[in-house]
């Protein structure tokens, strides 16, 4: 039997379509049950605040809850390794940080590799870390700490809230780049242990974010000589960025949202536009800045392209500081 030409085109075009709506079916029919959000801290923190957040966001514009699944330990790859074996079907994400990219490097031997197996969605939000020091501390400014730090090598102790750990890895750069020495002397935990110790001051300088030191920093019980982003904070408007002293620094705690890879794309792109949706909300924008946190906008190739950056950028600082999980 001959079919017409013009039937078999009309055929053939037919055929070749029915991928493209079955795809945007199935965007569109997304999400039809509760979506996991994982994330690697324990439930009260900044990371989980800021996940329930955007979790309540998408369930109100999707229709369907976000659940938050927290799943501390090995430095947020317990939350990885869930995702990175869960189906790619968008209903597991992962809430992704700077620890992702910190740990691809810090842990010799993990079962997934974070930038070939978890698939970028959106990027959420960057906070910036504070240098504080105890009021009582000889320098009053970076170059007057460089300047300590380099008469008294290995006489400062460095506080952070555990190996490998935003805190920790903002330290080494600016060990690394300021060319100093100091003890680094990790606490378990969140940042209220040495935050604790650094009022008390038993130890002298803490990377530590907006949420956490801007109180005691306005109060006078800390002070701040420097934020380490390159743009100064919105929360401590008069704190310098430590980057007007040593060029090219620049460092940040920021999260977003990955899913494992293979997750349609037409998921992905939905559930990126519905994150977007959310950072351009002004009621949103307060509620994050409230948090100390910039909103970071974009598609996700860019944050894909962040990802591959920061994990290139703290693979050297991990390099020098010699530091190894404990």
Known sequence: ????????????????TLPVISRMARAQAYPSRPVRLVV????????????????????????????????????TNIAAEAVVRAPPDG????????????????????DFNFIRDIAPVAAIIRVPLVMVVNPSFAAKSVPEFIAYAKANPGKISMAS??????????????????????????????????????????????????????????????????????????????TPILGDFVPGYEASAWNG?????????????RLNKEINA??????????????????????AAEFGKLLADETEKWAKVVRFSGAKPD
């Open 1 to 16: 039997m001959k079919f017409p030409r013009r039937r078999f085109l009309s055929l053939a075009t037919g055929v070749a």
């Open 40 to 75: 690697g801290f324990a439930a009260g923190g900044a990371p989980d605040l800021l996940a329930r957040l955007m979790g309540e966001w998408l369930s109100e514009r999707l229709g369907q809850p976000f659940v938050i699944d927290n799943r501390p330990g090995r430095g």
């Open 278 to 299: 959310g950072l351009a909300d002004p009621k949103m924008k307060a509620r994050y800045a409230e948090l100390g946190g910039m909103v970071l906008p974009g598609s």
């Open 257 to 269: 949202v990955g899913a494992p890879r293979d997750t349609p794309p037409e998921i992905v792109g």
């Open 161 to 238: 809230s555990g190996i490998g750990g935003p805190p920790h890895m903002t330290g080494e750069l600016f060990k690394m780049m300021a060319g100093v020495n100091m003890v680094h002397v990790p606490y378990r935990g969140w940042h209220v242990p040495a935050m604790t110790d650094l009022l008390a001051g038993q130890i002298q300088v803490l990377f530590v974010g907006t949420p956490e030191s801007a109180e005691h920093v306005r109060s006078g019980t800390l002070r701040a000589l420097a934020v380490t982003t390159a743009a100064r904070s919105e929360a401590l408007p008069d």
């Open 91 to 110: 209903y597991t994400l992962l809430q992704v940080g700077a620890a992702n990219a910190v740990n691809a490097t810090l842990y010799d031997k993990l």
